[in-house]
C-alpha cells in the first residue's frame, strides 16, 4: 500500500526565510505527487503537482517541489517566507492502480512565520 | 463561479443521533469526492462518484456511513447512528473529468463534525 510520510506537523520559520517542508512517499511504481495548501476557514487549495516530465515543479505563490526517485521524496521549499504563507500544507499521492482518481495524503504540516 | 460548498460548516450531534452532510459540487463536475479528517491524522478517502454512480467506496467505514448523488448533482452523505469516532472534517471535492494529467480537484472547506 502506498503512504506518505510528512516530517514535522509544525515547522516555524521567520519572514524572509528559507521554508522548507518535506514529504516522502512509498510506493512500487511512480506516482503522481501533489502539495495542497489550506488556509483558515478555506477549502483544500493546489499548490503544484508533479505527473511526468520535468522533476522540479514550480507552483503557485513562489513555491517549488522537486521529485527525487532515488530518494522518494517530494519536498516543497519557498526561498523567502511570507507571513500570508502560515497555514496548513499536506503532500499527496496517486497512482494508475487506483486510475489515478484516489489521493492519499500524509499528516499535514502546520507552517507558522514569525515576523 | 461559485465553488464546492457544503453545508452545514459545522455540526455538533449527540452518540446515537443521525447526521446528514451535504456537498454541491462545481457546477458541470461530474466527478464528486468525500475525504475525512480524524482530528490530527490525514485526510482519508471515503467514496468517488461520477455523476450518480459510486465508482469506488472502498474508503467508507461501515455501513452506518451512507452516500448518495441522486441526479448527479449534489451529494449528501448521512451517517446513523453517529459515534465518537466518526468526529472530523469531512471534505469534498469535485472535477470535471477523471484526474489525469491536467485535471484539477477542487475541495469545499469541509464540514467539522463532533459527536458528544
Known amino acids: 500500500a502506498q503512504s506518505v510520510t510528512q516530517l514535522g506537523s509544525h515547522v516555524s520559520v521567520s519572514e524572509g526565510a528559507l521554508v522548507l517542508l518535506r514529504c516522502n512517499y512509498s510506493?512500487?511504481?511512480?506516482?503522481?505527487l501533489f502539495w495542497y495548501v489550506q488556509y483558515p476557514n478555506q477549502g483544500l487549495q493546489l499548490l503544484l503537482k508533479y505527473t511526468t516530465g520535468a522533476t522540479l515543479v514550480k507552483g503557485i505563490n513562489g513555491f517549488e517541489a522537486e521529485f527525487k526517485k532515488s530518494e522518494t521524496s517530494f519536498h516543497l521549499t519557498k526561498p523567502s517566507a511570507h507571513m500570508s504563507d502560515a497555514a496548513e500544507y499536506f503532500c499527496?499521492?496517486?497512482?494508475?492502480?487506483?486510475?489515478?482518481?484516489?489521493?492519499?495524503f500524509g499528516t499535514g504540516t502546520r507552517l507558522l512565520v514569525s515576523p | 463561479e461559485a465553488g464546492v460548498t457544503q453545508f452545514p460548516s459545522h455540526s455538533v450531534i449527540e452518540k446515537g443521533q443521525t447526521v446528514t452532510l451535504r456537498c454541491d459540487p462545481i457546477s458541470g463536475h461530474d466527478n464528486l469526492y468525500w475525504y475525512r479528517r480524524v482530528m490530527g491524522k490525514e485526510i482519508k478517502f471515503l467514496l468517488h462518484f461520477v455523476k450518480e454512480s459510486k465508482q469506488d467506496e472502498s474508503g467508507m467505514p461501515n455501513n452506518r456511513f451512507l452516500a448518495e448523488r441522486t441526479g448527479g448533482t449534489y451529494s449528501t452523505l448521512k451517517v446513523q447512528p453517529a459515534e465518537l469516532e466518526d468526529s472530523g472534517v469531512y471534505f469534498c471535492?469535485?472535477?470535471?473529468?477523471?484526474?489525469?494529467?491536467?485535471?484539477?480537484?477542487?475541495f469545499g472547506s469541509g464540514t467539522q463534525l463532533s459527536v458528544l
Open positions: 471535492a469535485s472535477s470535471q473529468g477523471q484526474l489525469t494529467t491536467n485535471e484539477k480537484l477542487f
Open positions: 499527496a499521492v496517486t497512482r494508475r492502480n487506483t486510475g489515478f482518481q484516489k489521493l492519499v
Open positions: 510506493s512500487s511504481v511512480p506516482p503522481y
